[in-house]
C-alpha cells in the first residue's frame, strides 16, 4: 500500500463528553465492533470521581489505566481508526484539550436526560478553535429523557453549531422502539438487550409496515417529526460537516449497543482522514513525502526507579520507520527512536512504521516537551498547542532546604508532563503554579514527594488569570512591564505573562493600556 492509501484508510478522532454521559461505554461498543476486545467490560473507565480526591491509590491506578487506554488502534472494515482517550474529569482538562490538537474530528456524547452539560461547552469551546468535525451521539434513549427537538435546539443554542439529524428517535424510555435513519430512510427496532446488534430494516417513511413495527401512534408522531425536520434542516451537506460549522446528530444506546453501529458506519464513511496542518513555517500535507510530527502528551513511567517517560507523538506527514534518525527541532539534534511503541486497543507493541494519522509512544528520559515537533531535518514547528490559562494559582513553598534540587527538577519534570503550568515572577524568582483543577495539587504534591523525594507546599493565591502579553511597540511593551514589575513573571518557554488579580483590575489595566495585547492562550499571532 502506498502512502496516499494509507493516509486514506485512516481516521483519528476523539470521544467528547461530560463525565457519565457514556463515553467509556460507547468507546466500549466501538471496539467490540473493530473485533478489539471480545467482550463487554473490557475497557476500564479511566475517570477520576469525586470521591477519589485524596485518595492516592485512586490517583496511581487511573494513571495506569490513562496509560492503557489512551489510544486505542483497531481496524473496521478497511479503515484504521485511532480513537485517544480523553479524561473527563474537569480538573484534568488541560490534557483534554492537548488531546484534541491531535485528532481530526470528535464525537460528543450527550446524555438525553441532561442535555448539554457544563464540560461539554468548555470542549466544544476548542474544538471550534480549530474547526474540528463533530459527530454527536445523543445516549441513554432507553432511558425518559428530555424532547429529542429540545435537546437538539439546546445543543444548537448552547454549543454555537448548527446541527443535522440523521436518525430520530421513535418514542423514548420504557416505550422506545428504535430509530429511523433519516439518511438510509431504515428502521432500526430497538430490543433491550445487552448483546444487541440491530438490523436495519428498509422502510420508507409511508409504508404501513413502519405502522405495524413500531405501533400506529408512534409511526404517526415520527412521520410529523420528521416532515418538520426534513422542512426546518437543509440537507446534510458533507463539507459543511468538515468544516465544522455543521455537526450531525444520532440518537442511541451505548449500553443497549443500539446505534452504535450505526454511527460507526456514517463516522467511517464521512469523517475526515488525516489532513494537512500548520507549522511557524508553512502548511504541511500528510502525503509529503518526509516525516513529521508533534509531541501532545507526556506521561511518567510508573515505576519511581527509573525517570523514563512515554511521549506520544502524532505524526502529520509522511512514514515513520524505527531506528531512523529524526531531527529535534527545538533542541537542534538528532534522535533516534529504536523503541517506539504503537498503540492496538489495550495492547502495545513496537512499531517499525507508522503513517499519517497514527499515534506512536516514545520512551524519553528528558528530551521532549509537550508541542515539540519531530522532522527529517526541516526547520518547522507546528502550532495551535497552547496553554490556556490556568483557574487556580499557588505559591511553591519548598519545605526541606536540602531538597531543593530535586524540587526543582521534579516541578520542571512535572510541568514538561504537562501536569500544570509554572510561572516564575521575574521579580523575587517566586514560583507560582497554576492549573484548571485543585485535584491536581494533590497530584502534584504526591509525585514531588514520591518520585523526587521533595516535600513543598502550596499557598493560595489571589490571581485571576495569566495573560499572555504582547505589544507592536517595544517600548510600550517595557513600559508597561516597568509599572506593572510586581506582577510580571515568564512561563516554562520563557514568555512574558502578567498576573492578573481580579476581573475588575485586568479591564482597568486593559483599558489604561490600549497599546498592550492581553492574550488568554500561549499561542497568538
Ligand atoms: P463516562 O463517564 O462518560 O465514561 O460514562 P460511562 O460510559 O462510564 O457511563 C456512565 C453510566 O451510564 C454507566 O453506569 C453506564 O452503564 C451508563 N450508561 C451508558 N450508556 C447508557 C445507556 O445507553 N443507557 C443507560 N440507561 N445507561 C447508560
Given at each position: ?150 435537546l437538539i435546539d439546546e445543543i444548537e443554542e448552547k454549543l454555537d453549531i448548527k446541527v443535522r439529524p440523521l436518525s430520530w428517535p421513535i418514542s423514548m424510555g420504557k ?109 504541511v500535507e500528510p502525503e509529503e513525502k518526509k516525516f513529521t510530527g508533534f509531541i501532545f502528551k507526556i506521561h511518567a513511567n510508573m515505576d519511581p526507579q527509573h525517570r ?8 502529520c506527514s509522511g512514514k515513520f520507520e524505527r531506528g531512523s534518525n529524526y531531527y529535534h527541532v527545538r533542541q537542534e539534534k538528532n534522535l533516534r527512536f529504536s523503541n ?186
Amino acid at each position: 500500500m502506498n502512502l496516499e492509501q494509507e493516509i486514506a484508510k485512516r481516521r483519528t478522532f476523539g470521544i467528547i463528553s461530560h463525565p457519565d454521559a457514556g463515553k467509556t461505554t460507547l468507546t466500549e461498543k466501538l471496539l467490540l465492533f473493530g473485533g478489539a476486545i471480545q467482550k463487554a467490560g473490557a475497557v476500564k473507565s479511566s475517570k477520576i470521581k469525586d470521591h477519589a480526591r485524596s485518595d492516592w491509590m485512586e490517583i496511581e491506578k487511573q494513571r495506569g489505566i490513562s496509560v492503557a487506554t489512551s489510544v486505542m488502534g483497531f481496524n473496521y472494515r478497511d479503515v484504521k481508526i485511532n480513537l485517544l482517550d480523553t479524561p473527563g474529569h474537569k480538573d484534568f482538562a488541560e490534557d483534554t484539550y492537548r488531546t484534541l490538537t491531535a485528532v481530526d474530528s470528535v464525537i460528543m456524547v450527550i446524555d438525553c436526560v441532561k442535555g448539554v452539560e457544563m464540560q461539554t461547552e468548555k470542549l466544544m469551546e476548542v474544538c471550534r478553535m480549530r474547526n474540528t468535525p463533530v459527530i454527536c451521539f445523543i445516549n441513554k434513549l432507553d432511558r425518559e429523557g428530555r424532547d429529542p427537538f429540545d435537546l437538539i435546539d439546546e445543543i444548537e443554542e448552547k454549543l454555537d453549531i448548527k446541527v443535522r439529524p440523521l436518525s430520530w428517535p421513535i418514542s423514548m424510555g420504557k416505550t422506545f422502539k428504535g430509530v429511523y435513519s433519516l439518511y438510509e430512510k431504515s428502521l432500526h427496532l430497538f430490543t433491550p438487550s445487552k448483546i444487541t446488534i440491530e438490523e436495519g430494516l428498509e422502510v420508507d417513511i409511508n409504508d404501513p409496515q413502519l405502522d405495524e413495527r413500531v405501533g400506529e401512534n408512534n409511526a404517526k408522531q415520527l412521520r410529523a417529526d420528521v416532515e418538520l425536520i426534513e422542512g426546518v434542516y437543509p440537507d446534510f451537506n458533507i463539507q459543511d460537516y468538515l468544516d465544522g460549522k455543521v455537526a450531525p446528530v444520532f440518537f442511541g444506546s451505548a449500553v443497549n449497543n443500539f446505534g452504535v453501529k450505526e454511527l460507526l458506519d456514517t463516522f467511517i464513511r464521512i469523517a475526515p482522514p488525516p489532513v494537512e496542518r500548520e507549522t511557524t513555517v508553512r502548511v504541511v500535507e500528510p502525503e509529503e513525502k518526509k516525516f513529521t510530527g508533534f509531541i501532545f502528551k507526556i506521561h511518567a513511567n510508573m515505576d519511581p526507579q527509573h525517570r523514563n517517560r512515554i511521549a506520544f507523538l502524532r505524526i502529520c506527514s509522511g512514514k515513520f520507520e524505527r531506528g531512523s534518525n529524526y531531527y529535534h527541532v527545538r533542541q537542534e539534534k538528532n534522535l533516534r527512536f529504536s523503541n517506539a511503541t504503537a498503540f492496538m486497543a489495550q495492547d502495545r507493541e513496537t512499531v517499525e512504521e507508522a503513517f499519517p494519522g497514527d499515534i506512536i509512544g516514545i520512551y524519553d528520559t528528558g528530551n521532549l516537551k509537550i508541542g515539540d515537533t519531530i522532522t527529517e531535518g526541516e526547520k518547522v514547528m507546528y502550532t495551535g498547542i497552547p496553554s490556556f490559562s490556568p483557574e487556580i494559582f499557588k505559591e511553591v513553598i519548598n519545605l526541606d532546604a536540602m531538597k531543593t534540587k530535586q524540587l526543582e527538577k521534579g516541578l520542571l519534570q512535572l510541568m514538561e508532563e504537562g501536569v500544570a503550568q509554572l510561572f516564575t515572577y521575574e521579580l523575587g524568582k517566586r514560583k507560582v503554579v497554576g492549573v484548571v483543577g485543585a485535584l491536581q495539587f494533590e497530584v502534584i504534591q504526591f509525585r514531588l514527594k514520591n518520585e523526587y523525594n521533595a516535600t513543598a507546599e502550596f499557598q493560595s493565591q489571589s490571581i485571576y488569570k495569566a495573560c499572555w502579553i504582547s505589544s507592536d511597540d517595544p517600548k510600550k511593551l517595557n513600559e508597561f512591564i516597568d509599572s506593572k514589575q510586581r506582577h510580571i513573571a515568564r512561563d516554562k518557554d520563557g514568555k512574558l505573562v502578567f498576573m492578573a488579580e481580579s476581573r475588575a483590575w485586568l479591564q482597568m489595566v486593559q483599558d489604561n493600556f490600549p497599546e498592550i495585547q492581553f492574550h488568554f492562550t500561549s499561542e497568538f499571532k
